[in-house]
């Protein structure tokens, strides 16, 4: 396990995410390293055939090492920006208190019918006969609407996801230099505890955006050509190519994994709009136009936003 988690150094003050850092790879490390195991071989074939490009393959007897130069590893966060983020905004938070009594919430309002006031219905009479604790059901809501109140899910969000999301990978990176791929799991964990969602799903889309970028960075096309310019490249197209693949990962694997597509959907609202951007371009122009856009891109070294759309339009003219 020393080499598939990374720890950095500054000790959160946060009690509940202390827990987490110390005992996530025994909670989780099953999640991480099947995604890894399972999951991996699927991206790169996917990228693979989906972008046209191929990694350096090298020959060793009679096996071939695929990908080999690209590093891989799970981390607490990005420098430790998150950690210190929750300890500034939200230091007394118990984010497994938070969980449950969320989840507890949820449960109560779907039953809250049953548990009317004295005087509501015709059926308060029977509940008398039933003992029904209405007094005890009635004073747990006004704790819990006190407690979110104060802790108010969208603004959390807000705070810790999608402000932190619109200027730096808030759920991982891909470094040019090192030709390294992160994974954050404290901000990955956390926000699917609080969103109920599966973590499998947001460590899959995490991970599939940060391989694409590997693949447009290193990856070789047929003329045998890299991406040399992609570290001075404008951020809509660096990370509206990384998160377009990501996308239509999503859109091939989602019937036959429940729960992913909602998870995608819930971490693209965090994104900025250099993330999201290939919305606009899906409506007019086909996968094969944006795929030999892109390769288009590398090969001249493209790199303003404006320029890449004229390229993007020319392409879908000489296609039709």
């Given at each position: 396990m020393a080499?598939l988690?990374?720890?950095h150094?500054?000790q959160?003050?946060?009690?509940s995410?202390?827990?987490?850092?110390?005992s996530f790879?025994?909670?989780?490390s099953?999640?991480?390293t099947?995604v890894?195991?399972?999951w991996l071989?699927?991206?790169?074939?996917?990228l693979?055939e989906?972008?046209?490009?191929k990694?350096h393959?090298?020959?060793?007897?009679?096996?071939?090492?695929?990908?080999s130069?690209?590093s891989?590893?799970?981390v607490t966060?990005?420098?430790?920006?998150?950690?210190?983020?929750?300890?500034?905004?939200?230091?007394?938070?118990?984010f497994d208190?938070?969980?449950?009594?969320?989840?507890?919430?949820?449960?109560m309002?779907?039953?809250?019918?049953?548990?009317?006031?004295?005087?509501?219905g015709?059926a308060?009479l029977?509940?008398i006969l039933e003992?029904k604790?209405?007094?005890?059901?009635?004073e747990?809501e006004?704790?819990?609407?006190?407690y979110?109140?104060?802790?108010?899910?969208?603004k959390?969000?807000?705070t810790?996801?999608?402000n932190?999301?619109r200027?730096?990978?808030?759920?991982?990176?891909?470094?040019y230099?090192?030709?390294r791929v992160e994974v954050?799991?404290?901000p990955?964990?956390?926000?699917?505890?609080?969103?109920n969602?599966?973590?499998?799903h947001?460590?899959?889309s995490?991970?599939?955006?940060?391989m694409?970028?590997?693949?447009?960075?290193?990856?070789?096309?047929?003329d045998?050509s890299?991406?040399?310019?992609?570290?001075?490249?404008?951020?809509h197209?660096?990370?509206?190519?990384?998160e377009?693949?990501t996308?239509?990962?999503i859109?091939?694997?989602?019937?036959?994994?429940?729960?992913m597509?909602?998870?995608y959907?819930?971490?693209f609202?965090c994104?900025?709009?250099?993330?999201t951007?290939?919305?606009?371009?899906?409506?007019?122009?086909?996968?094969?136009?944006?795929?030999?856009?892109?390769?288009?891109?590398?090969?001249?070294?493209v790199?303003?936003?404006?320029?890449f759309?004229k390229?993007l339009?020319?392409v879908?003219?000489?296609?039709?």
């Open positions: 080499t988690f990374t720890q150094l500054y959160p003050k946060n009690k995410v202390v827990r987490l850092v110390r790879q025994l909670n989780y099953h999640t991480f099947k890894r195991n399972q071989p699927a991206i790169r074939e996917f693979r989906e972008t046209g490009l990694m393959q090298k020959v060793i007897g009679t096996k071939i090492q695929k990908d130069n690209i891989f590893h799970f966060d990005r420098e430790e920006t998150f950690l210190k983020l929750i300890d500034q905004h939200y230091l007394n938070l118990d208190e938070y969980t449950a009594f969320n989840k507890l919430r949820l449960q309002q779907s039953s809250s019918r049953f548990f009317k006031k004295e005087g509501e015709s308060f029977l509940d003992e604790p209405h007094a005890s059901f009635h747990l006004n704790y819990l609407d006190d979110f109140k104060q802790y108010d899910l969208n959390l969000i807000q810790l996801f999608k932190a999301g200027t730096a990978d808030i759920w991982g990176t891909y470094t230099a090192s030709s954050y799991y404290v990955l964990i956390l926000f699917c505890q609080i969103n969602l599966p973590l499998e947001s460590i899959l995490t991970l599939v955006h940060e694409a970028h590997a693949y447009h960075h290193l990856g070789k096309d047929k045998n890299q991406w040399s310019a992609m570290n001075v490249t404008d951020k197209i660096v990370e509206g190519m990384a377009y693949f996308w239509l990962f859109e091939a694997y989602k019937d036959n994994h429940p729960g597509e909602k998870t959907s819930c971490m609202n994104l900025a709009d250099e993330y951007c290939f919305k606009k371009w899906t409506p007019t122009y086909s996968k094969e136009a944006i795929k030999s856009a892109l390769l288009s891109t590398r090969r001249k070294g790199k303003d936003y404006n320029e759309l390229l339009q020319s879908k003219t000489i296609m039709h």
